[in-house]
């Protein structure tokens, strides 16, 4: 699966509310996979394990076996630290999951889709979807 260009990376607020059924989400993630794998990062299956139900353990497992899982190596900690170095300068901080979730969608070339755009928006480069605003019902 990695050898096919993914579509996007998910936050852990984005599987969180795919996992827990938020209203619109599921059928957008579907959408999304047409056209690649989704992608997470192996911090983002920290996350989401750490507050992870055991009822929800199976639909969890089954989450990620179906996603392209991108692991840390020394190239993406280097990509994740610079990346903080360089914020850091510019008077914005950013937690250390962040900055890894940042750099590996940057790394892949890749859209970040979040329901935390405001975490990610100070990231140059960096294209951030919102996924509140991707599925929230029409009001225009």
Avoid at 45 to 72: D, H, I, M, N
Wanted: hydrophobic share 50%; net charge negative; with cysteine.
């Amino acid at each position: 699966m990695k050898d096919e260009v993914c579509s996007c990376l998910l936050d852990t607020g984005a599987v969180i509310a795919h996992l827990r059924g938020l209203a619109g989400v599921s059928n957008f993630l579907e959408h999304l996979a047409e056209r690649g794998p989704l992608a997470v990062s192996v911090i983002t299956s920290v996350e989401v394990w750490q507050g992870a139900k055991e009822r929800e353990f199976e639909a969890t497992r089954a989450f990620f076996a179906g996603v392209a899982l991108y692991p840390v190596d020394a190239t993406l900690a280097e990509a994740a630290g610079l990346l903080s170095q360089k914020l850091r300068r510019i008077g914005v901080t950013m937690q250390l999951a962040d900055a890894v979730i940042a750099a590996t969608a940057l790394n892949l070339g890749i859209p970040l889709l979040t329901t935390n755009a405001k975490h990610f928006t100070p990231v140059p480069d960096l294209e951030v979807w919102d996924l509140k605003e991707m599925v929230a019902p029409s009001s225009r």
